[in-house]
């Protein structure tokens, strides 16, 4: 199966949706470790940006939206409509990141309206 669309709204352009599979999701739950904590705690004393957070964020939202693609090719979806990311922390020293959305199937349509052979 090609790639997999993945947008933020209820339709792709220039698509029409011909078949709903279903809510998905791709989560991970990540913790920084006693050394990550401790260096972004001091930076937190100061103020600004904490960069060892934004790269485990960036990192894990990454991989969730690389499990979503996955579940929607498992779904048999070509698509997944109106992506979002939510996260939670688990017991202060975890975060779990979730990017979800609708997986559907979805395919060209011509200027007039009409499907666009795939094949």
């Known amino acids: 199966m090609s790639d997999v669309i993945i947008v933020s709204t ?19 739950v990540r913790s920084r470790g006693l050394g990550g904590n401790l260096m ?6 100061a103020g600004g940006e904490i960069k060892e957070y934004v790269v485990m964020l960036n990192d894990a939202r990454n991989l969730a939206l690389q499990r979503l693609k996955e579940e929607a090719q ?14 939670s922390d688990i017991a202060q020293t975890m975060t779990e990141i ?3 959305g609708t ?3 979805v395919e060209p349509i011509s200027e007039k ?3 666009v052979s795939l094949s």
Request: without cysteine; proline residues 2%.
């Open 40 to 45: 972004a705690g001091l930076r937190s004393i």
């Open 98 to 100: 979730v990017a979800y």
């Open 113 to 115: 309206g009409q499907a």
């Open 74 to 87: 498992k779904a048999g979806a070509n698509a997944v409509l109106d992506m979002k990311f939510d996260t």
């Open 103 to 105: 997986a559907a199937v």
């Open 10 to 28: 209820n339709y792709v352009p220039g698509h029409r949706v011909t078949e709903v599979k279903g809510a998905i999701w791709g989560i991970t």
